[in-house]
């Protein structure tokens, strides 16, 4: 059993028992977070399509902790002026494990 999820702007094809990294939220390890905004659902036989979300269906996940994403290198140049800038970026996610997938009525 499979859920489409949309969750800060992105889609997400989401199994239970799969790691996720989502958007960052400030909360510790071991609570619970709830995706209410699933697209589709699919048991291996029957596909629910959402006109655009299934009523009542939701998604429980589990918080594993915090992680960085990969290192972007952001950098500027002007040329023949001497000047270089090189700064770099590694945002925060939110890695999550799904517990459960819930159909909805």
Do not use: C, W
Not at 92 to 98: A, D, G, P
């Amino acid at each position: 059993m499979y859920a489409i999820i949309k969750d800060g702007g992105r889609q997400h094809k989401v199994e239970v028992g799969s790691t996720l990294d989502v958007d960052y939220r400030s909360l510790s390890s071991g609570e619970s977070i709830t995706f209410d905004k699933v697209l589709a659902l699919s048991d291996g036989e029957e596909t629910t399509l959402g006109s655009p979300t299934i009523e009542g269906a939701s998604v429980t996940a589990d918080v594993v902790g915090t992680v960085q994403g990969p290192k972007l290198v952001v950098q500027k140049f002007r040329r023949r002026k001497n000047s270089r800038r090189k700064t770099g970026h590694r945002q925060m996610y939110t890695q999550v494990k799904i517990s459960k997938i819930e159909a909805g009525a």
